[in-house]
C-alpha cells in the first residue's frame, strides 16, 4: 500500500466513506476569529484554503466535517482555492 493510499485508508476509518466526487473533502481546521479556514480534498489529499466569505455556516463548520465545495482561482497568490463550501449531510434532501 502506497503512502497516499494509506492516508486515504486513514480518512475513511476516521471519517467513515465520504460521497463521491472530487469537489469533496474534510474540514481540516477552522480559525473563527480570523475568517478562514482549510479543508482536504477527497481524491488529491491537497489542502484547500476557504474564506469565511465562501462558505456557508461558516462559523459552524468543525474539523473533521464533510463538506462539498467547488475549486476557484485565489486571485490574492495566483493559486486555487474552495468556495462553495457547505456542510454535506448524508441522506438529507433539505438545505440548512
Same mark, same amino acid.
Given at each position: 500500500?502506497?503512502?497516499?493510499?494509506?492516508? =486515504?485508508?486513514?480518512? #475513511?476509518? !476516521?471519517?467513515?466513506?465520504? /460521497?463521491?466526487? /472530487? !469537489?469533496?473533502?474534510?474540514?481540516? &481546521?477552522? #480559525?473563527?476569529?480570523? %475568517?478562514?479556514?482549510? +479543508?482536504?480534498? #477527497?481524491?488529491?489529499?491537497?489542502? +484547500?484554503?476557504?474564506?469565511? &466569505? %465562501?462558505?456557508? *455556516?461558516?462559523? %459552524?463548520?468543525? /474539523?473533521?466535517?464533510?463538506? !462539498?465545495? =467547488?475549486?476557484?482561482?485565489?486571485?490574492?497568490? @495566483? @493559486?486555487?482555492?474552495?468556495?462553495?463550501?457547505? =456542510? *454535506?449531510?448524508?441522506?438529507?434532501?433539505?438545505?440548512?
Amino acid at each position: 500500500m502506497s503512502a497516499i493510499e494509506s492516508v =486515504r485508508e486513514d480518512i #475513511r476509518k !476516521t471519517w467513515g466513506e465520504l /460521497p463521491e466526487g /472530487p !469537489t469533496c473533502g474534510i474540514i481540516f &481546521s477552522v #480559525r473563527k476569529k480570523k %475568517q478562514f479556514g482549510f +479543508l482536504i480534498e #477527497r481524491m488529491s489529499l491537497k489542502m +484547500l484554503f476557504f474564506h469565511a &466569505s %465562501q462558505a456557508a *455556516y461558516f462559523f %459552524q463548520l468543525e /474539523p473533521g466535517d464533510l463538506v !462539498t465545495f =467547488r475549486v476557484e482561482e485565489d486571485e490574492k497568490n @495566483g @493559486g486555487v482555492m474552495a468556495a462553495n463550501v457547505e =456542510r *454535506y449531510n448524508e441522506g438529507s434532501n433539505e438545505d440548512d
